[in-house]
């Protein structure tokens, strides 16, 4: 690349994404936009509301959704509980509400299981991880993931996440999940770390690790893994590491929640910028 690649990192949403933002972006030099869902708290209306804002980008953008997005309350507290039966009867509308929330966000590429060239990027692309993940060891949505992928276990997902790796023509990669890999520590405020067990924990996802070692093993270069999920504010107080650099890889959590909040007198609103130049990355956590 002869000159340098801006893209923005937009973190769980949760309702936070106004006018502002869209007028931001849209005046802005990035290249591209990623966000790594959450549209919505708890309802799906929630993220319906905030979908078609994010339609008025004139950018580029790329978002994969989140435990939140598409899910009813319900559905939702059936997957934390690990309810079997009813994880299976409470998925049966989420085929229409994602179609409908594809449709409100418009322009804006929904990801998941995919793999999409870097506007400008020449060498580089985006490989989307799994939808709708939650953290830990189960694979969340189960019924959704094998109706649309053909995913029905963890093997089975970390088996494509490889595949799209393997047939992706480019050689940098930047992987965008909605929940971080596993492997980057075990402790309550670790980048996606348990913070809500006494046990604390590693809470990252083993098919996402399997693919960026993969990736590393195929020679491919791995710039960034862009994630979210688990928030910078740490339960029983504290702040979670949010960027660390790990074999030459930037591993971002971009999770920033609330992104829009007031400090000293001001209303600050929260993205990442990663700019990428001749293979290197600088990433600049910005409150504008």
């Excluded at 990192?9 to 007028?23: M, P, S, T, W, Y």
């Excluded at 965008?176 to 913070?195: E, F, K, Q, V």
Aim: hydrophobic share 40%; proline share 6%.
């Amino acid at each position: 690349m002869s000159k340098p690649l801006h893209i923005a990192l937009v973190g769980d949403v949760h309702r936070q994404f106004d006018q502002r933002d869209i007028a931001q972006f849209n005046q802005s030099d990035y290249d591209l936009l990623l966000c790594t869902g959450d549209l919505s708290n708890r309802w799906h209306w929630e993220g319906m509301a905030v979908a078609p804002q994010m339609a008025r980008l004139q950018k580029p953008t790329l978002i994969i959704p989140g435990n939140h997005d598409t899910l009813t309350l319900p559905q939702l507290v059936a997957e934390i509980k690990q309810w079997p039966r009813l994880r299976r009867w409470l998925a049966w509308g989420q085929p229409r509400r994602l179609r409908q929330w594809q449709r409100a966000l418009g322009p804006v590429q929904v990801g998941g299981y995919s793999v999409h060239p870097v506007p400008g990027g020449d060498d580089v692309a985006v490989v989307v991880g799994r939808p709708f993940a939650m953290g830990g060891s189960v694979l969340h949505c189960q019924p959704q993931l094998k109706r649309q992928f053909g995913v029905g276990t963890m093997a089975e997902s970390a088996a494509r996440l490889c595949q799209l790796v393997e047939q992706a023509p480019q050689s940098q990669l930047i992987f965008l999940a909605h929940n971080g890999p596993m492997g980057l520590g075990s402790r309550r405020d670790s980048i996606w770390g348990n913070d809500f067990h006494p046990d604390q924990g590693d809470f990252g996802d083993a098919d996402l690790w399997e693919a960026i070692a993969f990736a590393q093993a195929r020679g491919k270069t791995v710039l960034a893994v862009v994630a979210g999920h688990m928030h910078h504010h740490v339960n029983r107080k504290g702040k979670r590491t949010w960027h660390l650099v790990r074999d030459g890889i930037h591993f971002i959590n971009a999770a920033r929640v609330p992104r829009i909040f007031e400090k000293d007198g001001r209303t600050h609103h929260h993205h990442i910028r990663l700019t990428i130049l001749a293979g290197e990355v600088t990433v600049t956590e910005l409150l504008t």
